[in-house]
């Protein structure tokens, strides 16, 4: 596949844009213009067909986009299509949440293996996912293809376990332990979730939005 670089800004709406397009495929439209896809996002006309020209010509003029077609070339590009293999380590609370709750086949990952420490956990299978002793990771990683970590150990365990990981050569890692990760020398690509971003975002707005109603309400008294 041909890539130009792309930016981060784009990159990030792209699952945005696959979330709104398997919509319309479920609800059977199956053509949307640049201007009502732009409409049901909340984004310009021009942004999407800026976003979308980053990866070559999707629309034709005067028709649109053909949905089925734009949702697959969009899965192509975020790989969902290249079957990566993922890897968990650590199945406490988060660990099973995402063994038990999240589906990993639906955006392209098999999940082949999870690690942990726990004598109570090695050698049982979750959802048909072995759980293997730590002891056992770099061996693992030696004879099966694995893409990404899943990162759900404890913060304390977090710089070790990344260590071993980087030191096998995994591509990259998918960091749930709330201690940023940053390997600048490693070429490891990793991707910090922090549940508490996305509701603190939140909770700026509800704060912006009340110190408006108190101001608002603080001018119309002195009036
Ligand atoms: P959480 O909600 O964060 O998953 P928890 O209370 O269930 O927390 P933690 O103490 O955070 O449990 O540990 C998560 C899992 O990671 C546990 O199953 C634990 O045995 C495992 N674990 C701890 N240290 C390591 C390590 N160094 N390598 C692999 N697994 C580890």
Redesign the pocket.
């Known amino acids: 596949m041909k890539r130009l670089k792309v930016s981060n800004n784009v990159i990030r709406r792209l699952p945005r844009y696959l979330r709104k397009l398997d919509e319309l495929t479920e609800n059977g439209v199956s053509r949307i213009s640049s201007f009502e896809l732009g409409h049901q996002l909340g984004l310009t006309p021009s942004q999407i067909r800026q976003d979308f020209s980053c990866f070559g010509e999707f629309g034709q003029q005067g028709y649109g986009y053909n949905v089925p077609a734009l949702r697959d070339q969009i899965a192509a590009i975020l790989g969902m299509d290249r079957g990566f293999t993922a890897i968990l380590?650590?199945?406490?609370?988060?660990?099973h949440a995402l063994m038990d709750n999240f589906c990993f086949a639906e955006w392209g990952f098999r999940l082949a293996a999870a690690?942990?420490?726990?004598p109570e956990?090695i050698g049982t299978v979750f959802n048909g996912v072995p759980i293997y002793s730590?002891d056992d990771l770099e061996k693992f990683l030696a004879e099966n293809k694995v893409d990404v970590a899943v990162l759900?150990?404890?913060k304390e365990?977090a710089i070790?376990?990344t260590a071993r990981l980087t030191g096998c050569g995994i591509d990259a890692i998918w960091n749930f332990t709330n201690l940023e990760l940053t390997e600048p020398n490693s070429p490891t690509i990793v991707e910090n979730i922090h549940f508490s971003d996305s509701l603190l975002s939140l909770s700026y707005y509800v704060a912006e939005r009340k110190d408006e109603i108190a101001a608002r309400a603080a001018r119309a008294e002195k009036q």
Request: charged share 5%; proline share 5%.
């Open positions: 380590i650590g199945v406490g609370n988060i660990g690690f942990d420490i726990n956990l730590m759900t150990v404890p365990a070790s376990v």
